[in-house]
């Protein structure tokens, strides 16, 4: 069994890098042996590791522009069908938010986590209201819009705290753990209202409970120095 030199966590034969602090993993028995007669050390002997840097902005628009196809082939099928765009405005808005979300920030040099997170919930909402105007329903403001803005909001606090580095990771995981059940309920209060017109929790709570006694013990071992190291490095964090 083997260790880290650099951080002390325990390593499996096959790992090349630390998974902790990605230090390079070097066994001494690739190295050959010292010749004392000669006091000359063999050759050592490496493993180059050869890293391929992929172009995201190429790749991005490369998809982009196969996805004009289906778009094509969906909206002159539909307009030779029924003279007007009805189906075909379900995948134009499916394809268009799939777009804003996962291909948009690649075309970006200086990447904002927050203005992504603004425009992909707005994409979302859009996307939801042209169903509910195709279905003739009445649920995108009512429904759609609080789902939409919850998430946004949820999503935005999780990533500032993803980003502030003076916590420590067991830190984010215990408020990660309950903030994930309270947005559970939230999501239950919204629904509640939509369909019942007043809030009544059936199912939340059950979420919530766990998530809050697991943030509650990750703040205690977050608080014990020595624990909270040896339990960092068992996990990886």
Same mark, same amino acid.
């Given at each position: 069994m083997s260790y880290c030199v650099n951080c002390g966590v325990e390593l499996t034969e096959s790992q090349k890098r630390c998974p902790l602090c990605d230090t390079p993993v070097l066994n001494p028995k690739t190295f050959g042996k010292y010749d004392c007669s000669l006091g000359v050390e063999p050759k050592k002997s490496m493993e180059t590791i050869h890293t391929v840097k992929v172009d995201f902005k190429l790749l991005a628009t490369v998809i982009s522009v196969l996805l004009i196809i289906p778009v094509a082939i969906s909206v002159i099928c539909n307009l030779a069908d029924s003279g007007k765009l009805t189906w075909s405005l379900y995948v134009l808005g499916a394809i268009t938010l799939f777009f804003v979300t996962a291909l948009l920030p690649a075309f970006f040099t200086k990447k904002n986590p927050y203005l992504f997170i603004l425009t992909d919930t707005a994409a979302a909402f859009l996307y =939801?209201? @042209?169903? $509910?105007? =195709? $279905?003739?329903g009445n649920w995108a403001f009512t429904l759609a819009l609080p789902l939409c803005i919850i998430t946004g909001i949820f999503a935005l606090f999780f990533t500032l705290v993803l980003r502030t580095k003076p916590l420590s990771k067991l830190l984010k995981l215990s408020i990660f753990t309950l903030f994930s059940g @309270?947005? /559970?309920?939230? /999501?239950?209060v919204v629904i509640s209202d939509f369909i019942h017109g007043r809030i009544v929790l059936h199912w939340s709570h059950l979420v919530l409970i766990p998530c809050a006694a697991v943030s509650v013990v990750l703040l205690i071992l977050n608080s014990h120095k020595k624990l909270k190291n040896e339990l960092e490095k068992k996990l990886f964090m």
């Open positions: =939801l209201w @042209l169903i $509910c105007s =195709l $279905c003739d @309270l947005y /559970t309920m939230a /999501t239950e």
